[in-house]
């Protein structure tokens, strides 16, 4: 089962990154074009047919591997989307990466090994009691409603992406536990428990409002300020839900530090991947 988790999460961060990188490539070839005309080029183009289905095979491999798996260990290997998203996108976009790009790769992998084999999650349930749903409903919502809160208080870019990176993040975080939940209710129950229970529509109301939020982080400032959120506060959102919500268990004690080293060579690489990305994709323009 834990082979199974990783190698559904590992095909979901290719298949969001090849989307990602096949939707740019289309949405760069119609410049000057935005609303209902962009849309209806873009159905025409198929680039774009190619990127919906990665965007599309990620949610069922996401789905797949959290049926098979711990939310603590599934969340996190997502985090590889962005090196995946850079080694698709040179060839697709006829460029190479300059050493720095390697080496930022180089460290968002390693760091990620080190982070899980240091926690070494494992255990955990499929389904969590309303006393340990309502709790964590009203933290995360809560949380993002300060987020969004403090964007309005502040005019830095810096800042305001970065908060509302970090609201996206932990929608994102509550998206996925939904949808373990509600997956879990599929595989143990059948279609119509996925139909009737809540979380299949909490999962979507809180994967559209995380997709929202990011939206707006990525107009309101720099990457370099809200892609570090988005990626270590989900997958740090994630691992709190999977051992608060369905009992997963991570290593403590000794194991913090190599955890801790392992969460800062992934902040390292990301934020330098930061850099290397808006340049890679702006080369199409």
């Known amino acids: 089962m834990m082979v ?14 090849t989307g990602t990188a096949f939707q740019r490539k289309a ?46 260990l599934v969340q996190p290997l997502f985090m590889l989307e ?12 006829h460029r190479r990466p300059n050493p720095a790009g390697w080496w930022a790769i180089a460290g ?12 070494a999650p494992h255990g955990g349930r499929q389904q969590a009691p309303m006393t340990r749903w309502i709790p964590v409903l009203v933290f995360t919502l809560g949380a993002i409603t300060v987020a969004v809160l403090l964007v309005r208080s502040s005019s830095s870019p810096l800042f305001r992406a970065a908060a509302l990176a970090t ?9 996925a536990a939904l949808m373990k939940s509600a997956t879990g209710r599929l595989a143990d129950a059948g ?14 109301l809180a994967g559209i409002g995380a997709l929202m939020l990011l939206e707006n982080a990525l107009q309101a400032g720099p990457l370099v300020a809200s892609q570090p959120a988005l990626t270590i506060g989900d997958a740090a959102v994630s691992l709190a839900l999977g051992v608060l919500l369905f009992g997963e268990s991570v290593r403590t004690g000794w194991w913090l530090l190599a955890e801790a080293f392992g969460a800062g060579l992934i902040l390292w690489g990301v934020v330098r991947l930061t850099r290397v990305v808006p340049r890679l994709m702006d080369a199409v323009r």
């Open 167 to 175: 609201g996206a993040a932990i929608g994102n975080a509550l998206a």
């Open 82 to 93: 962005l090196p995946f998203a850079l080694l698709i996108a040179m060839p697709l976009l």
């Open 108 to 119: 968002v992998v390693a760091g990620l090994a080190v982070l899980l084999a240091s926690a």
């Open 191 to 204: 279609l119509p428990a996925f139909l009737t229970t809540w979380q299949t529509y909490g999962c979507a």
């Open 4 to 17: 199974l988790a990783l190698l559904f999460a590992v095909l979901g961060a290719v298949s969001n990154a």
């Open 27 to 72: 949405a760069a070839t119609l410049p000057g074009r935005s609303g209902l005309r962009l849309l209806l080029a873009l159905v025409r183009r198929p680039a774009w047919a190619i990127g919906i289905a990665g965007v599309t095979g990620a949610a069922v491999f996401q789905a797949l591997a959290l049926v098979n798996g711990p939310m603590a």
